[in-house]
């Protein structure tokens, strides 16, 4: 249930429902918005009504959310979540959409991570990726080079400005992850690690979330909750396409519905991961504009500097003068549909 005060409301009013709440074993967030204050209780709605809240002083509205996400739903907040970072760039909304690209992995090779990254930056690209700690199908292939790699990415952000993306796969990495990169990316074998969940739900950076091989949408959103849950709402969802029947042509079959279907029922931004989504180079480019024109509010791309030698994913990565093509041709979209997202948004220049 939500709790939207009146604007009139008196810390003793807030006070007073919080109090009530409580007694009935509900827990509870206190939002201090700029005009309202809106009081998230979580507990069981049978043991008391909303009318027993609405009756009390300064309570505006009671609202019951129907969906089990219930941080994540449109019900509980209407307009989307804009995340913002230091440095201006924004994510979610009528902001433009944000382009996060780089290798798979981070190598032991710096040069090549810094073609990608001043190519990244020089195409208006806002985060460099690269996984220091691999999810990996097979012990034997390549596990990533950590700290080191946490290094790299480090120093190439600072050289180019760029903020930087790197999976977390067990929260008792999450502190040193934190200490280099500007957001945390729960990849998609983990969508459902709960404990992790949980863990990124306490640190202070904002998260990228990827749908689960095989989760529903709903899984998906419930998912957000236990971060949000756990005291972190800047949770940026990304669609990597899920695993069915036919894996002939495609690694996944991306689910480009989801992107509408996620900005219905919730206010949280989200992302696209061709490169995961199809696995194939050609499809990158369709892909990515097919995320952008539902609404994608942004685009994950793996580059390498060199993908017949890469040491993870190079199959899918897009060399860097493909990429160069590519984006000219994709930024032209995005300046179009960025006026559009801001007309709808009735925030025009
Ligand atoms: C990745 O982004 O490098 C990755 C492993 O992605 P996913 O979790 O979507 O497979
Ligand atoms: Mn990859």
């Known amino acids: 249930m939500i709790i939207v005060m009146e604007k009139s409301a008196s810390k ?11 007694e009935h074993e509900f827990r509870v967030i206190v939002n201090q918005g700029e005009i309202y ?7 069981d709605k049978t043991s008391i009504t909303p009318g027993r809240i609405s009756a009390l002083d300064g309570v505006k509205e009671v609202k019951i959310i129907r969906e089990p996400f219930r941080l994540a739903s449109r019900d509980r907040k209407s307009e989307d979540t804009v995340i913002e970072f230091e440095n201006g760039v924004k994510i979610g909304g009528a902001c433009k959409p944000v382009m996060i690209v780089g290798p798979c992995s981070v190598e032991n090779d710096y040069d090549g991570l810094k073609q990608v990254a001043f190519a990244a930056k020089k195409l208006g690209c806002e985060f460099l990726r690269g996984g220091a700690f691999k999810p990996r199908t097979s012990p034997y292939d390549f596990q990533g080079y950590e700290e080191k790699a946490l290094k790299y990415l480090k120093r190439a952000s ?11 796969m067990d929260s008792a990495d999450l502190d040193l992850i934190c200490s280099y990169v500007d957001v945390v990316q729960i990849g998609a074998r983990n969508m459902q690690n709960f404990k992790l969940l949980k863990a990124v739900g306490k640190c202070n950076k904002p998260v990228i979330l990827k749908r689960g091989l095989a989760s529903t949408i709903r899984e998906f959103l419930l998912a957000a909750e236990h971060i949000m849950y756990n005291g972190n709402e800047r949770v940026i969802l990304c669609e990597r396409g899920i695993r069915s029947f036919d894996s002939t042509f495609t690694r996944n079959v991306m689910d480009i519905a989801s992107i509408p279907v996620i900005k219905k029922y919730s206010h949280l931004p989200i992302i696209v991961d061709p490169s995961h989504g199809t696995g194939q180079r050609y499809l990158i480019e369709p892909l990515t504009k097919a995320g952008l024109i539902v609404g994608a509010d942004g685009v994950m791309i793996e580059v390498h500097h060199d993908p017949e030698n890469a ?3 190079g199959k899918q990565s897009l060399p860097i003068p493909v990429f160069i093509d590519m984006m000219n041709r994709v930024n032209k979209m995005i300046e179009h549909l960025h006026y559009e997202k801001k007309c709808l948004s009735a925030d025009v220049d």
């Open 37 to 43: 204050t809106v009081i998230d209780a979580f507990g």
């Open 311 to 313: 040491l993870s994913d």
């Open 158 to 168: 600072d050289e180019t400005g760029l903020l930087t993306v790197t999976e977390v």
């Open 12 to 22: 003793e009013n807030i006070k007073r429902v919080v109090e009530v709440l409580t």
